[in-house]
């Protein structure tokens, strides 16, 4: 009896949220692009504003399974960035979705080469120059999107949510954040960071998921261990770090960053790209004061990994889930990027 009340209040607040969600719904266009084996399915949102300025923003997702609008994420940032004249494309991530393939396959170079076929099929089908295209990544698109943007004249313009720059100080700060939340004792954290290293040093030899099986530690049977596939995706990945990417980012750049982010070191990532950036002037880095990784309000959503409770009260919030200084430092700064822009093509 309990599990048929949970499963019919579940119900009944899935089809509140539904509605409360329902003014964001809009227009777009369907469409397939191709990467490799994988056909995509993208969709394409036109800018509402009578004054459009001709650009187009591509989002690119972070880690997980996600679907072209993150679970109903995106929308709430779309309305603005729209409002403004700025057509979307997202897509569906492999095996998601329309999508064919599968995500955890992956390699952040085989990420980096669906978005450049993304925007090489914006450019055929709807004839944008580079200079108009923009990209907008969140947390692990941090090691694709600097790639395809350095030395790229078919990227006018970047901005980064929650980006970290190493794959392996990411995950050992996610690591002590995580133990800090459940208030681990000094004993539990120092053993769970020497196993994190171990781990890393023990990767390099796993020629195969049964050599990592074989080899798990206590702290990792504790947590159950990673999936074959998770594994893999790991595996590939582990190593990426995207200083040198940045290095080749003449494009203006905005990076915004979440003051009580759990999941990534923002005194890290500021600290690396402003010596990067020390003798240019494109890009604008900031700090937002009450904000999370993916930059909602802390008091509300600061976790690491959400649930149903957090999906809810995003719906229900809508886009005052925000951070206070989200809309206007991201309003502000496409209004100077466009008017650089107009002047630049006079």
Known sequence: MTSKITAIVFGLLLSWAALIYSHVV?????????????????????????????????????????????????????????????????????????????????????????????????????????????????????????????????????????????????GEYHTKTRLRVQQASAVETAQALKNYRQLLTNFAKYSSYADYRQDLTDYHETHGGLAEDRFSFVHKNYRVNAYKDYQGIEQPLLILLGEDDLNVDVKDTQRQLLEVFAEKRNMTLMILPNATHSLLKSQYFNVQSPGLWFWLKLMGMQEDAFSAKFFPVLESWLRQRASIDVLSTE
């Open 26 to 170: 809009v227009a777009k266009t369907i469409v397939t692009f191709e990467h490799g084996d994988d056909s995509l399915a993208g969709h394409y949102l036109p800018a509402t504003s009578k004054e459009k300025n001709g650009a187009v923003i591509l989002f690119v997702h972070g880690d997980g399974a996600l679907n072209y609008e993150a679970e109903g994420y995106y929308p709430l940032i779309w309305e603005s960035l729209r409002q403004q004249g700025y057509s979307i494309f997202s897509w569906d991530k492999p095996g998601v979705g329309d999508s064919t393939g599968n995500w955890l396959s992956q390699s952040m170079n085989d990420r980096q080469g669906e978005l450049r076929a993304a925007i090489r099929f914006l450019q055929r089908n709807y004839g944008y120059s580079g200079q108009q295209i923009g990209l907008l990544g969140f947390s692990q698109a941090g090691w694709v999107i600097p790639a395809v943007a350095a030395n790229n004249p078919n990227v006018g313009f970047v901005i980064g949510v929650g980006f970290a720059i190493d794959w392996i100080s990411q």
